[in-house]
């Protein structure tokens, strides 16, 4: 019976500094949940901007509290006997913090619709970078724009944790796909199916593409009024996804004026979705990017790292060998 573990606990919300490596109680697995030994977790926008005390920290109702929404590891318990997940299996994953407690920890309780089978070719390292990064990235590409051959696709920040996996979802399912990214992501980008890649560093995305279906937008307005931009070189009626929270707070006033199509997005803890890219992650038809290792000990600096942006693909947090 597990009953204590190792955690980052954020004490309260602030600078990365305030988390801290300590034991905790472990969590109680109950109903159809799995407890899971985690070998690896990643870090996510999200992660940074709750324990800065945004994101999602006003439903976090009691602290300390343990952040991180990604795993991978190995099962303790299943839900029943019979079940065919079994203690000892490989799986990975996502939880919804702060409803669950988080994965900066050794273990996690799981509810069992959110687990699935780890890819037998992918390492703990890779899997923990792919659930919540590729499941928003699916959501928005091949369930929200219905990504097919002929559409055109703008990506913006292509080369992050969810970029890299729209730019591959939307060249997969045939979509004509054009990415913003910086001059050193430009050759890596076109590797993974970008037919045109912009170097947002030389070129304005506005002068050089119109006539765009779907606009994936991963940025906002935080930065350069990327957001509004993005609306100039859509079609009539085309369709704009905004996903960072907080990025564009104006931003269905604008499209509306504009006239335009929008959505915001949440990610959700699918199994059935993270089940099929698991089996392209498996056959490579799709792939995860590790930019940086961080072992749990090290969380700040894994946290200063994802906030100081630039990261290719995703930052992974070592939790335990395996």
Do not use: C
Not at 37 to 44: D, F, G, H, Q, T
Not at 46 to 55: C, F, S, V
Not at 125 to 152: C, D, F, N, S, Y
């Amino acid at each position: 019976m597990v009953t204590t573990m190792r955690a980052a606990l954020l004490r309260q919300p602030g600078p990365p500094e305030e988390f801290e490596i300590a034991e905790t109680a472990a969590p109680d697995r109950v109903n159809a949940e799995f407890l899971v030994k985690v070998v690896a977790s990643s870090v996510n926008p999200i992660d940074a901007k709750t324990r800065a005390g945004r994101g999602v920290f006003g439903a976090i109702h009691s602290l300390p509290a343990v952040l991180g929404h990604d795993f991978s590891g190995v099962v303790v318990q299943s839900p029943f006997s019979a079940h065919p997940i079994k203690p000892g299996d490989e799986v990975f994953g996502m939880v919804m913090v702060p409803r669950y407690s988080g994965t900066y920890a050794e273990y996690v309780s799981v509810p069992s619709l959110s687990v699935v089978r780890k890819p037998t070719t992918l390492s703990h390292i890779e899997a923990a970078a792919a659930p919540v990064a590729a499941l928003t990235a699916w959501g928005m590409v091949v369930e929200v724009a219905k990504a097919h051959e002929g559409q055109r696709m703008l990506i913006h920040a292509g080369s992050g944790g969810v970029g890299h996996f729209a730019v591959q979802f939307a060249s997969y399912f045939g979509a004509h796909v054009i990415a913003t990214a910086s001059t050193a992501n430009v050759a890596w980008l076109r590797s993974l199916g970008a037919t045109e890649v912009i170097d947002y560093t030389t070129t304005r995305f506005e002068d050089v593409v119109s006539d765009v279906d779907v606009v994936i937008d991963l940025i906002g307005n935080v930065h350069d009024d990327t957001g509004t931009r993005s609306l100039s070189v859509l079609r009539p009626g085309g369709l704009i996804i905004n996903v960072p929270t907080g990025s564009w707070p104006t931003f269905q006033e604008d499209v509306t004026a504009a006239g335009m199509r929008g959505t915001d997005f949440k990610v959700a803890p699918d199994g059935n979705a993270l089940a099929v890219i698991a089996r392209l992650l498996e056959s490579s038809n799709v792939r995860v990017h590790v930019q940086q290792i961080f072992s749990l000990d090290e969380i700040a600096e894994a946290h200063r790292a994802i906030e100081g942006g630039h990261t290719r693909g995703k930052i992974v947090i070592k939790v335990a060998e395996g």
